[in-house]
Nanobody
């Protein structure tokens, strides 16, 4: 079992930046690939990006390519999502998730989920 807790969300103006954190507890954090998803009101949960167990490989959705950086610190059991040049369409609840592979982008392919943190980007 892995418990995930996201933090770092908030209200930011368009063009600004935020760094989200996801702290994990429970079973060995480094044995899981980690993903970030987001869900806006009335929309399906959407893949944002993912990072491999070691942190050597990352993946990003086309919608955020070039604007995000995903990193992890296995010593701190934490994964990060740095978001830059934020746009109003980035407004959503952001979730981190743990799974067995980083090269997958569907929610059902991840095992454990956090409760989410709200990101609101004002225009």
């Amino acid at each position: 079992q892995v418990q995930l807790v996201e933090s770092g969300g908030g209200l930011v103006q368009a063009g600004g930046s935020l760094r989200l954190s996801c702290a994990a507890s429970g079973r060995a954090f480094s044995s899981y690939a980690m993903g970030w998803f987001r869900q806006a009101p009335g929309k399906e949960r959407e893949f944002v990006g993912a990072i491999s167990r070691s942190g050597s490989t990352t993946y990003s959705a086309d919608s955020v390519e070039g604007r995000i950086t995903i990193s992890r610190d296995n010593a701190k059991n934490t994964v990060y999502l740095q978001m830059n040049t934020l746009k109003p369409e980035d407004t959503a609840v952001y979730y981190c998730a743990a799974g067995s592979r980083a090269d997958v982008s569907l929610p059902w392919q991840y095992i454990y989920w956090g409760q989410g943190t709200q990101v609101t980007v004002s225009s």
